[in-house]
Nanobody, 128 residues
Framework: QVHVVESGGGPVQAGGSLRLACAAS????????MGWFRQAPGKEREFVVT????????YYADSVQGRFTVSRDNAKNTVYLQMNSLKPEDTAVYFC?????????????????????WGQGTQVTVSS
């Protein structure tokens, strides 16, 4: 069992920044593909970004490309999501997910079903 815990959410004004963190348990964290998703009120959960196990491959949703940056520290079993130039439409609960199954290099894992473990989410609220 892998436990995933997000932190770092909160209120922020439009144009501001937040840094989310995602801590995951497991001695093989450095083999997990990690992903961030978000869910706004009344909407379905949507893909934000995926990050390969060694951090060498990333893929962003068009809506956050150029504003968000994902990274990981395998020594700390932690993934980060730096969010800049935030907009009111970024308001959502942000979820971190871990894929413990094998992954193919260079493959984009952007579907909910691609991930095995999920955190409880952290709320991000961007005010205009």
């Amino acid at each position: 069992q892998v436990h995933v815990v997000e932190s770092g959410g909160g209120p922020v004004q439009a144009g501001g920044s937040l840094r989310l963190a995602c801590a995951a348990s497991g001695r093989t964290f450095n083999t997990y593909t990690m992903g961030w998703f978000r869910q706004a009120p009344g909407k379905e959960r949507e893909f934000v970004v995926t990050l390969s196990s060694n951090g060498g491959y990333t893929y962003y949703a068009d809506s956050v490309q150029g504003r968000f940056t994902v990274s990981r520290d395998n020594a700390k079993n932690t993934v980060y999501l730096q969010m800049n130039s935030l907009k009111p439409e970024d308001t959502a609960v942000y979820f971190c997910a871990a894929r413990s199954r094998g992954s193919f290099s260079g493959t984009t894992y952007a579907a909910i079903r691609d991930y095995d473990y999920w955190g409880q989410g952290t709320q991000v609220t961007v005010s205009s």
